[in-house]
């Protein structure tokens, strides 16, 4: 495929990213608007977050640096990256770059609009490299020859995939954190 047709798709999907990331937004927006009946599970769960929260920073650094050490190893490898990241104005990158943000997560004690984007758009991409992890085939090619290329470990394949999946849950459980005491001040 062309560099330019590449690129097309992938502002095309960047597009497609930011609805579903809105989208996203205002399922979590009414699912922690209902969680309000349950104060007692939601108490549970905002104490647990709190506790361990210095895990949870681990875990997130960790995941983040074993998910996008894979995805480079898929995507970064080949010769026509660089024109790639030309034609797109460097948005091929933004997947590789915005889970890092999850790590200041459990340290957030408000939220805003920004914070809570933020959490559904890395919510967004890490449902998107789960797709593409799970689609790709078992050989990594290294160039533009489809004959050339280098095998993968399976097993850390679906380690990564594991991880990312937690990742998303633990991220959308830091937006019902952030965002259920402004939902239990709006009921009042």
Known sequence: MEPGKYALMVWLAFYLVLILTFIQKKLLDFLTAKMVKYQSV??????ILNRFKYLFVLYFFVATYFWMREAIRYYFLTQ???WIIIFTLGLYVVPFIFPWTSIILPFQKKTNEAVNLMISLTGIISLGWIVRLLRTGYVITLDTSPYEGQQTSQ???F?????IIFHYIFSML???KLNYSKEVEKNK
């Open 155 to 157: 097993l850390y394949r």
């Open 174 to 176: 830091y937006y019902f």
């Open 80 to 82: 026509l990256i660089a």
């Open 42 to 47: 939601s108490l549970k769960v905002i104490g």
């Open 159 to 163: 380690l990564v995939i594991g991880s």
